[in-house]
């Protein structure tokens, strides 16, 4: 009877425990994935000296984009802002007097404040004016948007209600518990599992290189910034690295179409990105966002 009651309890408790599970993944929007808190691995002895050592980190449940932000989003953003064009203009053709409005200097490489969220003065961008209004570039709308700022990834985040992914959280999703090298395993990237050889491709383009769960284009097409200042392991999320005032350089993960684009540094330990410089946009950094779990 003890052994019974004992197995009734453990049923009941793995019950539980499934039911909370199923609860929290039906709260999660279907364009999110929730990742399950617990002990993840981090880092690699094997690779770049910034990546050693290799450690653990104990996280709780969050969920994370299925897909990087588009240029259709960004702009979307863009249109609840305090700034309208006052003509039309293409990709990297809009000047500050071009326009209007209290959020128009936030907009442009020279912003005076240094706080600006995009440059769409920079010929990369896929973002443009017509009809009074910031509208992707025809053909990129699905593309991940670029040259925005790490203020502009956070800000964008927090208007829908959530936030950049810590590094840590990143690399949970890239390598599970398991500590895969990347999402799709253990194997190299290849053209057919990421965007790796010079060309900017819509969002989702490379099913084989998500995750079991369904998050796509961790390595590859546009690194990622993450909350994380860029600072030697071990991950330690009490350090001030997760400070959101602090000044210095801004972790972005998953190497790039473009620079970062060999196996080497298309996985879920390399954190050696070109460019991490906070207050500027780039053309090989995108983002996308988390929420607790």
């Known amino acids: 009877m003890k052994l019974r009651a004992g197995c009734d309890r453990a049923g009941l408790a793995l019950a539980a425990a499934l039911t909370l599970a199923s609860a929290a993944a039906a709260q999660v929007p279907e364009d999110m994935v929730l990742v399950p808190g ?46 309208k064009p006052v003509r039309d203009a293409p990709a990297g053709g809009l000047r500050p007097a071009d326009v209007r409005g209290t959020d128009a200097e936030f907009l442009f490489t020279a912003s005076r404040s240094g706080r600006h969220v995009i440059e769409l003065d ?27 700022t790490w203020e502009g990834a956070r800000r964008y985040c927090a208007w829908r209600g959530a936030r950049l992914p810590t590094e840590a959280e990143w690399e949970a999703a890239a390598r599970g518990r398991e500590g895969r090298l990347a999402p799709w395993g253990d194997a ?42 860029y600072r030697p392991y071990p991950y330690v999320p009490t350090d001030g690295r997760e400070d959101p005032r602090a000044p210095g350089e801004r972790v972005t993960r998953g190497g790039d179409y473009n620079w970062d684009n060999t196996p080497d540094r298309l996985n879920g330990v390399f954190r050696t990105g070109a460019s991490r410089n906070p207050t500027a946009g780039h053309h090989h950094i995108g983002f996308r966002c988390a929420r607790d779990g």
Do not use: C
Request: proline share 10%; glycine share 8%; net charge negative.
């Open 188 to 229: 190299p990237a290849t053209p057919d599992r990421v965007s790796m050889s010079r060309r900017h491709e819509p969002v989702g383009s490379h099913p084989k290189g998500a995750t079991p769960e369904g998050i796509h284009d961790l390595i590859g097409s546009l690194a990622e910034w993450t909350a994380s200042l």
């Open 38 to 83: 617990g002990t993840y691995p981090m880092g690699s002895d094997r690779h770049r000296e910034d990546s050693r050592p290799a450690h653990t980190v104990d996280l709780r449940p969050f969920a994370l984009d299925r897909f990087e932000v588009t240029n259709a989003q960004y702009a979307a953003f863009l249109a609840t802002l305090d700034a």
């Open 122 to 148: 920079d010929d990369d961008v896929r973002i443009v004016a017509a009809g009074g209004r910031f509208v992707p570039q025809p053909g990129f709308e699905r593309h991940p948007v670029r040259e925005v």
